[in-house]
């Protein structure tokens, strides 16, 4: 025992200086936890906004393009899964046509910093195409330039801006083709800004005269009062509707509007889209009714008409002179008798219910056909009016007035005979047959418009002829309606004249059908145009011939003059016919070339071979019509060409065409694949590890050289076994398991297996598998590769005891530091105490002192029998005692450390065969690494140790209240070198060698943990 020279003062100063060094560790220490925390939690809100981000997000190498990470939208963008994003590069995601222009926006932001860039178009993983805002900078990670790209999906506002544009295009279509006069005007000027053809038509000032005056300036108001009353109900209510409004045309003629106007805005101006509908035939008609009606009237005073008068019960009390004229019964003989007795004996059970209703009924005029028998018995059509006479709102009889319709009926019937003929031919045929008024208004259309357009004939006739007529086909109609009328003008015009022209109809489903259409006037009986009759017939299927017709003629000179192939024609030998490719080819002129045998163009070496063939071919003998030769160029070099070859007739005499294709980048491919597959042959044999081939059964189809060297075969013998034959009896059923999983599951596979070699020899190899897969994708075998790990095995065994002098330095280190002083100043000073002369209290106490010291060091002393290197050897151990043993050592640090053990050791744990040394090395290993992370997370903690026999094993689980293991670092943790330690604290090798002791014990190690909730390390060993 050494002597003590230090005074007590010096270690009171030593410890002080300890003391504060220990001080300023933990603020530092707490000052760098604090760091790690803060920039933990500022790249969990990076993560947090990087993931949740309404755009998508790729970050690129700005060097390669590849991606480097990706958002979770970009993922749902694309379509692709976040690991299939890793492996993809820029011009994946974008259609081939748009990769210059990507490509250069690619770069730009790397030059001048963030740019945006407006409808990109951007591909998803099934082909589909949407477009994207992108906003592109430049960032800077560990040192390596990166680019950012936030793309924001624009498929909506496309869509949105798709449809204003269809529905501005759908307005200026209805504008534009209205058969009504349309305009828009500023308000207050009334100035003009658009104006339709209808406006044109209707009042004759065309556009380019309206556009920028006001109406007042064209004076198409006959009374400018009006326009200041519709404007101020526009003003006033926004709109107004039908109001008649007289006009004036460019010509001076006034006719008769019916106005709509509506306010709009236009660029924020006020504006007036006004609609005016030319009503001056209708209004014409309206006052010749009046007329009519009036002239009606004079006609029934002056008795023109049979008017009778009837009284409640049916009797006839009074009837004129026409009524006795069209009865043919004189008034007397009327007067008196039942209205009835004069009716046909068919109408009068249907007409009394008619008279009841006129006497006792509503009171309401009535109107009816019937017949009557005149008095020489024929029978007469008679057209009633029944008129109730009240008095004193009572109905006491009617009058009728009585016209004889008998010739309208006949005329009638013999239209109706002419009109079934007719009707009858116009609905049987094909064509669509219809007729329209000069307002272009439709009267009549054949059934057969279904087929052609879709609508039933109602639907058809509800329609304008601008709904059913292109826009471009209207507007040609309406030019050669224009110049039909005014050739009615010109007395030697044809009257019955007919005008054909082909057009296009739209169908109900919004397709376009071209038509031929004959057109023709209908006359009234002054010799004036009526209607239009209008024959249209579907000429779909001749459009098509004609389109395949020049479709086929332009295949024709593209196949012959633009393909890749040359093409020739030969008679007797001579090149009469030579495409421009042919030409190329050789480099000869059209002049050097027609005229010329072909034998001439033919490399020496294979002119025999093309004079047989063509003389075996004309021949008609069979002859293979493919085959390769060389031919000569203008230079007197020499191509190689694949020619196919056939008889055909080339202007009336048989003739021989050959198809002559380049063949000089397929010979160089050819040539370059077979390099390749010598190439790809010699880096199979020269690869260090063994690599086999199989079919799907496992059958061998090819190995390597070092394949055969590592199993002791022949390549021969190896080809045609089985991979199981390979394999040690003991793991061939892990072997066949492992392969079914691959084919199925698609996975890389590795294990550790005791291979066999030819000398009836075994090795310990890596052996992973993977699925072989053809051109298309189906699994054809697998792809084994086999590495031997005898050495790195022993490699495994030497960490072992590198780890163990690593554990046992770092011990030795904390003993020397945290006991062997002051147990020596202990023991020294307790000794030096015993020599004087004490108290027997005083001196037992300092007695135990010593004795405790004594024992501290016979701890020290097991450390250092522990540390020493053992030879593996195996015995019945109590894994209970192992526990006990290793805590004993550890008792001190947990104490000080502040760290509670618990355990629950099962009692009746069976012994088993373990090397006890290994053993001890692994718990104390796990302990001490849950020791650690506790400490560091809240300096202490509690530990629950806990064994039980399951099954055949036994189970060992070390729970610790720490802080966890993160999920991405758990499938590491047994990795050789792989530590979360600071440096100086751990070397990486602890678990690693423990999971080698364990799989050496044919045990299994593995760890489960949550971050935040501590982590549970379990060992299982069999019972042996």
């Given at each position: ?48 906004v ?7 997000i ?37 259609p ?7 490509t ?5 932001p790397?030059?001048k ?35 950012v ?12 801006e ?6 501005e ?38 556009r ?11 004076g ?18 926004g ?33 007036l ?30 008795a ?52 009841q ?40 009889g ?22 079934r ?8 045929t ?13 009267t ?11 609508y ?21 109609a ?8 005014s ?28 038509v ?68 190329e080819?050789?480099g ?13 163009f033919?490399?020496?070496k ?34 190689p ?6 008889v055909?007739?080339y ?9 002559i ?57 190896m ?101 062997n002083?002051?147990?020596t ?13 004490l ?29 020493r ?22 008792s001190y640090?947990?104490k000080?450390?502040n760290?509670?053990?618990?355990k ?61 293991i ?36 044919n045990?299994?190690i ?19």
């Open positions: 025992m050494g002597t003590i020279t230090k005074s007590r003062d010096q270690l009171i100063q030593e410890l002080q200086t300890l003391r504060w060094r220990v001080a300023e560790l933990e603020t530092s220490e707490a000052r760098r936890k604090q760091t790690e925390v803060e920039l933990m939690e500022s790249e969990q809100r990076f993560r947090a990087f993931n949740n981000a309404a755009d998508g790729i970050i690129a190498d700005t060097e390669t393009a590849k991606f480097y990470a990706a958002n979770e939208t970009i993922s749902r963008m694309l379509g692709y899964s976040s690991e299939e994003l890793e492996n993809l590069w820029v011009m994946d995601i974008h081939e046509t748009d990769l210059p222009y990507v250069a926006l690619f770069q730009k790397a030059k910093g963030s740019t945006m860039a407006h409808d990109i178009p951007v591909k998803r993983k099934d082909g589909s195409v949407f477009f994207a805002d992108v906003n592109s900078f430049p960032i800077i990670l560990s040192g390596k330039e990166y680019l790209g936030i793309f924001h999906d624009i498929t909506e506002r496309k869509q949105a798709e449809q204003l544009r269809q529905s295009e759908k307005f200026a279509k209805a504008f534009h083709s209205s058969p009504d006069a349309m305009s828009i005007t500023t308000i207050p000027e009334g100035r003009y800004l658009d104006i339709n053809r209808g406006f044109t038509r209707i009042t004759g000032h065309h380019a005269k309206v556009i920028g005056r006001t109406s007042l300036e064209l198409v108001w006959t009374d400018s009062a009006d326009r200041t009353r519709i404007q101020n109900m526009v003003l006033e209510q709109r107004v509707k039908n109001q008649e409004v007289r006009y004036r045309k460019k010509s001076g003629e006034v006719f008769l509007g019916l106005l709509s106007a509506e306010r709009i805005e236009i660029n924020g101006q006020p504006c889209l006004s609609v005016v509908t030319d009503i001056t035939k209708r209004w014409q008609t309206i006052e010749a009714l009046r007329q009519s009606e009036e002239k009606y009237r004079s006609l029934v005073e002056d023109h008409a049979g008017v009778a008068t009837i009284d409640r019960k049916g009797k006839i009390t009074f009837v004129n002179k026409a009524m006795a004229q069209i009865t043919g019964y004189t008034g007397r003989e009327i007067r008196g008798k039942q209205f009835t007795s004069f009716l046909y004996p068919k109408d009068k059970e249907r007409i009394k219910p008619l008279l209703e006129a006497l006792y009924g509503s009171g309401n005029k009535h109107h009816l056909e019937l017949r009557a028998v005149h008095k020489k018995g024929q029978i007469i059509y008679l057209y009633a009016s029944l008129t109730p006479i009240k008095e004193e709102g009572e109905t006491i009617f009058n009728a007035a009585v016209t004889d319709i008998t010739e309208r009926k006949q005329a009638e019937e013999a239209l109706r005979q002419s009109e003929h007719y009707r009858l031919l116009a609905e049987n094909k064509d669509v047959i219809w007729t329209v008024d000069l307002d272009m208004h439709l009549f259309i054949t059934p057969s418009v279904t087929s052609l357009l879709g039933t004939v109602e639907e058809a006739l509800a329609k304008k002829m601008v709904e059913v007529f292109t826009p471009a086909s209207f507007d040609r309406m030019e050669a309606f224009y110049e039909e009328m050739a009615e003008t010109r007395s030697s015009e044809n009257p019955s004249r007919s005008r054909a022209m082909e057009i296009e109809l739209v169908r109900k489903d919004g397709s376009t059908v071209p031929e259409i004959k057109c023709g006037f209908l006359r009234s009986p002054d010799g004036k145009p009526a209607e239009i009759l209008v024959t249209a017939r579907d000429i779909t299927g001749h459009r098509q011939i004609e389109k395949q017709l020049r479709q086929s003629e332009t295949k024709y000179v593209t196949l012959v003059e633009q393909g890749n192939d040359g093409i020739i024609i030969l008679q007797d030998g001579v090149v009469k016919f030579a495409n421009s490719q042919i030409m080819t050789t000869f002129t059209a002049q050097s070339t027609i005229g010329r045998a072909f034998i001439d033919v490399a020496p294979y002119k025999q071979l093309v004079i047989d063939r063509y003389r075996q071919r004309l021949a008609g003998h069979e002859t293979p019509n493919r085959y390769e030769i060389e031919i000569l160029t203008l230079k007197g070099a020499s191509i060409v694949e020619i196919n070859a056939s055909i007739e202007e009336g005499k048989p003739a021989d065409m050959a198809i294709r380049d063949i000089t980048d397929r010979k160089r491919t050819e040539e370059a694949l077979r390099q390749t597959i010598e190439t790809m042959r010699l880096m199979f044999d020269s690869v260090t590890d063994g690599i086999l081939v199989t079919d799907l059964n496992g059958k061998i189809t090819g190995v390597n050289e070092s394949l055969v060297h590592l199993h002791g075969y022949t390549r021969e013998e080809i045609g076994l089985n991979i199981t034959d390979l394999v040690a009896p003991n793991d061939r059923t892990k072997v066949m398991e492992n392969t079914k999983n691959t084919l199925e599951n698609g996975k890389t596979t590795a294990s550790e297996y005791t291979l066999l070699t030819g000398k009836s020899g075994e090795f310990t190899a890596d052996l992973s598998t993977a699925v072989f897969k053809d051109s298309y994708g189906n699994a054809t075998g697998l792809v084994a590769v086999i590495r031997d790990i005898t050495e790195r095995k022993r490699m495994q065994e030497q960490l072992i005891v590198t780890d163990r002098l690593a554990s046992i330095g770092e011990l030795a280190a904390g003993i020397a530091h945290e006991i002083n002051p147990l100043s202990v023991i020294g000073f307790s000794q030096l105490l015993l020599n004087r002369d108290g027997s209290d005083v001196r037992k106490d300092l007695e135990i002192v010593s004795s405790e010291a004594q024992r501290a060091v016979r701890v020290v002393k097991n450390l250092l029998t522990f540390a290197k053992h030879p593996t050897t195996k015995q019945m151990v109590d894994l209970n005692s192992v526990i006990n043993k290793v805590l004993e050592l550890r640090e947990q000080v450390n760290i509670q053990v618990i629950d050791l099962a009692p009746d744990l069976p012994e088993i065969t373990i090397d006890y040394f290994q053993m001890q090395q692994v718990f104390l290993n796990i302990i001490i690494n849950a020791e650690y992370f506790m400490n560091e997370a809240h300096h202490g903690g509690t530990m629950v140790i806990t064994t039980i026999r399951s099954g055949d094993n036994i189970k060992i689980a070390f729970k610790d209240d720490g802080p966890g993160p999920r991405e670092i758990l499938g590491h943790l047994f990795d050789p070198f792989f530590t979360t330690k600071e440096v100086g604290k751990g070397t990486g090798l602890g678990l690693s060698i423990c999971h080698g002791i364990i799989t050496e014990h045990g299994r593995y760890a489960e943990s949550e971050p935040g909730k501590g982590a549970t390390f379990t060992v299982e060993l069999p019972i042996i």
